[in-house]
C-alpha cells in the first residue's frame, strides 16, 4: 500500500460579537436595547470524493480556515453565519492527530461527509442583558474562538500502474523520472528490495499511483528471487506495464513469456489484467536496430508494425490509439513503445498515455 502524507492545520470559524444597539424611533417611548447576536463561525467538515487521488493539491495550502461569523446588527438582527470549510479528500484517507498520531477520522465510502471541529458560537447582543435593574445594558457578548487542529493526513492507495519485468530493465529509473518516488538505482540486478511507489501528476485534477516491485525472475510465482512476496502488490492494480529490456542479454520473446506465464501461473485474473509493453533502453541501439527488433516483437505477438504506437509521436495520438484498442480487443496491449528513461525517450507519451488508460478504467467502474 502507498502511503501518501501532508501536514496541515485546520481552524474552524470565530463567532461573531453581538451588538450594543437601542431602538430609537420617533412617537415610540419604549425604545431599549435591541442589539441582536453574532453569527457562528463556519466548521470544518471532511468530505470523501471518488474523482480525487492525492493529496498533493493541499502541500502548498497547509493552514485551512473556515470562515468567522458575522457581528450581530440593531433591530435584533442575527449575524450572517460563517460558511463552513469543507476538505475533500480521496478515499482511503485517515486524519491523524499531529501529536499523539491518533487516528481521528478514517475515511473510506464515496460521498462520506464529517464534521471535524465546530466553529465558535456567536456573541449575544445587549438585548439580552436588560433588566429590571439594568434597562440599558451596554454591552454585548464577544464570538467565542473557533477551533484549530494540527493534523496529518494519510492516504493509503493501491497503486494505478504496476511495473513488471526482470531485475534491471529500467523499472526504477522510469519511476524515479515521472513521479515523486526516489528509488534506489544501480547497475545490477536485484536493487529493489522492497515495492516503491510514486504519484505521477499529469496536471492539476489529474493523478495515478505508480508502482515499482522486484524484478521477476522464472520461476518467481514458485518462491524464486524476490518477485513472489510482491506479486501480491501488483494483483490489486488496475493495470500492468512490462518493461521488456531490449539491450537484455535474454531476447524479448524470453522476457515477454516468462513474465505472461509467471502472472498466469499466480493468478489467472491477473494475466488477464489490462496491460501495455514499454521497451526500454532504446538508447542502447541506432533507430534502424530498434524498428527490427520492435517489428519483430510485434509479428510475435501476431501484430503488424504499422497498428502500433511506436510510429506515433504526439499524445493524442496515443489517446485515440488506446481507444481503438479497447474497443476491438482487449486482449492486446495498450500501446507497445520503445523506452529511455535515461534519455527521455516517450517517457512524456508513456507517462500520458498510462494517465489516459487510469482514467478510462476508473470512469468504467464508476459508471457500473
Known amino acids: ?9 485546520l481552524s474552524s470559524g470565530k463567532g461573531g460579537p453581538g ?14 436595547p435591541d442589539g441582536g447576536d453574532g453569527g457562528r463561525g463556519g466548521n470544518v467538515y471532511f468530505e470523501v470524493d471518488n474523482n480525487t487521488h492525492t493529496l498533493s493539491h493541499f502541500r502548498n495550502n497547509q493552514h485551512l480556515k473556515a470562515k468567522n461569523g458575522e457581528a450581530g446588527m440593531g433591530k435584533k438582527m442575527y449575524g450572517k453565519m460563517g460558511e463552513h ?14 501529536e499523539t498520531k491518533e487516528v481521528l477520522l478514517d475515511l473510506v465510502d464515496d460521498s462520506e461527509k464529517k464534521l471535524f471541529l465546530e466553529g465558535g458560537m456567536g456573541g449575544l447582543g445587549n438585548t439580552h442583558f436588560k433588566s429590571s435593574t439594568n434597562q440599558r445594558p451596554e454591552f454585548a457578548q464577544p464570538g467565542r474562538p473557533g477551533l484549530t487542529k494540527e493534523i496529518k493526513l494519510e492516504l493509503k492507495l493501491i497503486a494505478d500502474v504496476g511495473l513488471v519485468g526482470f531485475p534491471n530493465v529500467g523499472k526504477s529509473t522510469l519511476i524515479s523520472v ?23 501528476v499529469t496536471d492539476d485534477y489529474r493523478s495515478y499511483v505508480m508502482a515499482d516491485i522486484p524484478g521477476i525472475i522464472g520461476g ?5 528471487g524476490l518477485g513472489i512476496e510482491f506479486l501480491r502488490h501488483i494483483e490489486r492494480t488496475k493495470f500492468l506495464l512490462f518493461m521488456i529490456d531490449l539491450a537484455n542479454y535474454r531476447d524479448l520473446k524470453e522476457q515477454y513469456y516468462t513474465l505472461q506465464q509467471e502472472l498466469r501461473t499466480f493468478s489467472e485474473k491477473l ?16 533507430p534502424d536496430e530498434i524498428n527490427e527488433k520492435v517489428d519483430q516483437f510485434l509479428r510475435l505477438l501476431g501484430l503488424e508494425a504499422n497498428e502500433f504506437t511506436h510510429k506515433y509521436k504526439t499524445r493524442e495520438d496515443l489517446h485515440s490509439y488506446g481507444q481503438d484498442v479497447h474497443e476491438r480487443e482487449r486482449a492486446l496491449p495498450f500501446f507497445v513503445m520503445p523506452l529511455s528513461s535515461v534519455s527521455k525517450i516517450n517517457v512524456d507519451p508513456i507517462k500520458y498515455a498510462l494517465s489516459d488508460v487510469i482514467t478510462k478504467v476508473r470512469d468504467e467502474k464508476s459508471s457500473r
Open 85 to 98: 470549510l469543507v476538505v475533500t479528500v480521496p478515499p482511503g484517507t485517515q486524519v491523524l492527530d499531529a
Open 271 to 286: 494475466a488477464h489484467r489490462d496491460y501495455a509493453i514499454a521497451l526500454t533502453r532504446c538508447d542502447t541501439l541506432t
Open 220 to 224: 518467481a510465482s514458485e518462491g524464486k
Open 19 to 32: 451588538s450594543v444597539s437601542f431602538r430609537r424611533e420617533k412617537h415610540v417611548i419604549q425604545g431599549g
Open 178 to 200: 515521472v513521479s515523486n518516488a526516489q528509488p534506489e538505482i544501480s547497475n545490477y540486478e536485484f536493487t529493489t528490495l522492497t515495492p516503491k511507489l510514486g504519484v505521477v
Open 1 to 9: 500500500m502507498f502511503i501518501d502524507n501532508v501536514s496541515l492545520t
